[in-house]
């Protein structure tokens, strides 16, 4: 690859914008974020993760992004898990093992539910005001 | 069929011992009775964290926030706002300010964070530089190279207040400065990552979850100082923190970010790692440098401070982990708009990692000047299984203890060592009524001894003694001249120890003298733990009147030290008890008494 410039580098981050926009509750991307920093590999993050994608396949489910990110900060809650689906609200989902990581995928992105007694709240408002 | 509306209640131990299960099973029929079940679906969450306040609901999407809501409170909420949409305004949070809350979002409880540091932390793929980029990555170098000279770089640093979040706060502008004005034809920036505290990882998490945000603040260093170098120090014992930093200096060379003329200016930098082999010591500045360049990892005296000579005798600049992640930030958004953040003399915010005997233990980061019962009681939900709040430690080995007394003490890098502890890395434990002081402080001379490096004398010898001394305190072989002995060393390792490590190690133990002298009292003079964490000083017996002879106790006896007949009470051999306490645990008439 060649040597970046500054336009290619507002090209990339203008484009990668608009990718991410289209990742929220308001258009058709589903997201499942689990947290895999050291903290949540610890607590099973990484059996969670498979046994999510491997549910997904299973149900043969479309048009779901599963990524991984860093430490969320709910280290009581680990594995800790995001989900963003279209028309519905984004909830962050504490003490994930492998069952209920495959109950998100059959009752949150099959069937439209929310779990019960899984949810935790986001620590912080994302970003500096 | 997605539903509608999603009414979610607090399902925590606080709010459903205040009739929540009863609120669930009214909201429940309210919805089935209003026939919206397909419309409305009812969630149990686990603990907001505003127990004080619940039970709570919370209504999404629009993220309405009730309070203390009752059972009968579920038909209005029900009728006036899942059915015509208004809000039930008695039951919104009011803080009796100007408006009510009615979202939460709005509330101040929820909003005692701030994240500068993690800003990108748990949100974007560590491993995507593309993800990066999307969240205004690279961006604060772009300005950095094009708009903005090396002088005016260090300013805007300068102006922001920032100070080093490795411990000592040494304002990081002024570092910078130093570095940039001697002449060299190699200068290096070193990013400390040999974060090394016992309880803190603030900055392996930073590491793991935003690699990219602290390269990008050594190339800014790069080109405001005029280095083309840059080293991350980081301990071997962080191997994802290791992958994760190889993925993303690869994904920068690939795109050239990294490397020589970078995004076609005249600027060339690039960043190596080197693994520090786990010795605490290896923070220390000059120590690091010593490891990097092959020798043993032991301080020098200062100066000549590594600003002016180094790395291979170069100009080198050393910040912290978390100093870096700053950078980017104060850099787009300016130094003003950092220095707003913050105290008088601590600016911006700090990451803490809440350990300990805390409800939410947790990855955390507030603005200086917080207090520790916001941190704590709010954001940390409180102490565990409802114990009593005995003290806070901050800065592990250097650092010292919090009593209560000073929970509102606003937290920042004066009033801390006003109180006799100091900011430190940000490691937080909580302790409760259950931890002996004494004890604690013993880990923690237990830690530095290990990890002196045995240069100097008032260390090597100093730090030893002092353990030997709390040991012989916690055996309950200490006598009264044993805090005068304490007193004194501490004093002579503060002053006369070569480096950070030894001038700090004693801390734990003034700070405790200071604030806990009773509890050392007690293990002295009545050779008492009212911790019973120390297990010499206690005494195991069973009370005979209690006792039913159920056996449990003599079952459970690793050492057979208990006796007695079947339905009979039975008895504890003193000399062959171990003090292990397993038969105070598993009696269940509470008849083997600890004292």
């Not at chain 2, 999603?6 to 606080?14: D, F």
Request: aromatic residues 6%; proline residues 4%.
């Amino acid at each position: 690859m060649k040597k970046m410039t500054l336009d290619d580098l507002r090209k990339l981050r203008q484009q990668k914008k608009d990718e991410l926009d289209k990742r929220g509750p308001d258009n058709k991307t589903t997201q499942v974020t689990v947290g895999m920093g050291t903290c949540g590999v610890a607590a099973g993050a990484k059996e969670t993760l498979s046994a999510i994608t491997d549910e997904i396949e299973k149900l043969k489910i479309k048009a779901v992004l599963v990524r991984q990110t860093g430490c969320m900060g709910l280290c009581h809650a680990e594995p800790t898990v995001e989900v963003t689906a279209p028309g519905m609200p984004t909830v962050i989902y504490g003490k994930v093992d492998a069952s209920i990581g495959r109950k998100i995928v059959t009752d949150h992105l099959a069937g439209k539910r929310l779990l019960d007694n899984q949810i935790c709240d986001k620590p912080a408002a994302d970003i500096v005001r | 069929m997605a539903y509608k509306h999603y009414i979610l209640v607090c399902g925590g131990t606080s709010c459903d011992s205040n009739q929540g299960a009863k609120l669930s099973e009214s909201l429940k029929k309210e919805i089935e009775s209003a026939g919206l079940a397909n419309d409305t679906q009812l969630v149990r969450t686990g603990c907001f964290g505003f127990c004080e306040k619940g039970p709570i609901v919370k209504i999404l999407p629009e993220g309405t926030f009730y309070v203390q809501v009752k059972p009968e409170d579920a038909k209005a909420i029900v009728a006036e706002h899942i059915v015509k949409g208004n809000k039930v305004t008695r039951l919104l949070y009011d803080n009796k300010q100007s408006k009510l809350h009615v979202n939460i979002n709005d509330i101040d409880f929820y909003q005692k964070q701030f994240r500068i540091v993690l800003r990108n932390c748990g949100v974007i793929d560590p491993d995507s530089i593309d993800e990066y980029i999307a969240r205004d990555g690279y961006a604060a170098l772009e300005k950095a190279l094009f708009e903005m000279t090396p002088e005016t770089i260090i300013k805007e640093i300068d102006k922001s207040g920032l100070r080093g979040r490795g411990g000592a706060g040494f304002p990081t502008g002024k570092k910078w400065q130093f570095s940039r004005g001697v002449q060299a034809d190699q200068k290096y920036i070193i990013c400390n990552a040999d974060e090394g505290d016992p309880g803190a990882y603030m900055d392996r998490s930073t590491l793991e979850g935003d690699p990219h945000s602290v390269m990008e603040a050594m190339m800014i260093a790069g080109r405001a100082v005029g280095a083309s170098k840059g080293i991350i120090y980081i301990r071997a014992e962080y191997p994802l923190a290791i992958k994760r930093l190889e993925t993303a200096i690869g994904q920068s060379r690939k795109y050239g970010l990294l490397g020589t003329k970078i995004l076609g200016s005249d600027f060339n930098f690039d960043i190596e790692m080197r693994f520090g082999a786990g010795a605490f010591v290896c923070g220390e500045e000059t120590a690091l440098i010593a490891s990097i360049e092959g020798n043993r990892g032991m301080p020098t005296p200062r100066p000549p401070f590594p600003a002016v000579k180094g790395l291979w005798g170069k100009p080198t600049v050393i910040n912290n982990v978390e100093t870096l992640a700053n950078v980017p930030m104060i850099i787009l958004k300016g130094g003003d708009w950092f220095s707003r953040i913050g105290t008088a003399t601590s600016k911006g915010t700090k990451v803490f990692a809440l350990t300990g005997k805390i409800k939410n233990s947790g990855l955390i980061e507030v603005p200086m000047g917080t207090t520790l019962r916001e941190i704590i009681f709010d954001i940390g939900g409180g102490i565990r299984d409802g114990k009593k709040f005995k003290a806070a430690q901050t800065g592990g080995p250097s650092g010292g203890v919090i009593p209560p007394e000073f929970l509102d003490t606003p937290i920042d890098y004066e009033t801390l060592s006003k109180i006799g502890s100091i900011m430190g890395s940000g490691g937080l434990i909580v302790m409760d009524e259950d931890d002996c002081i004494v004890d604690v402080v013993k880990f923690y001379l237990d830690f530095t001894v290990d990890e002196s490096c045995g240069k100097c004398a008032p260390c090597r010898i100093g730090g030893r003694t002092l353990h030997n001394t709390l040991v012989r305190i916690t055996d309950g072989k200490g006598e009264t001249a044993d805090i005068d002995q304490l007193k004194t060393i501490s004093q002579a390792m503060q002053r006369a120890s070569l480096c950070g490590l030894g001038q700090t190690a004693p801390n734990p133990i003034i700070s405790t003298l200071r604030y806990f002298m009773d509890e050392y009292k007690e293990h002295i003079d009545s050779k008492k733990c009212r911790a019973g964490k120390c297990k010499n000083l206690l005494c195991y017996t069973i009370n005979p009147e209690k006792c039913v002879g159920c056996t449990a106790c003599a079952r459970v006896c690793p050492a057979a030290a208990i006796t007695g007949e079947r339905k009979k009470a039975h008895v504890i051999d003193p000399a062959k008890c171990i003090k292990c306490g397993q038969c105070h645990d598993v009696c269940k008439f509470s008849a083997v008494l600890r004292s």
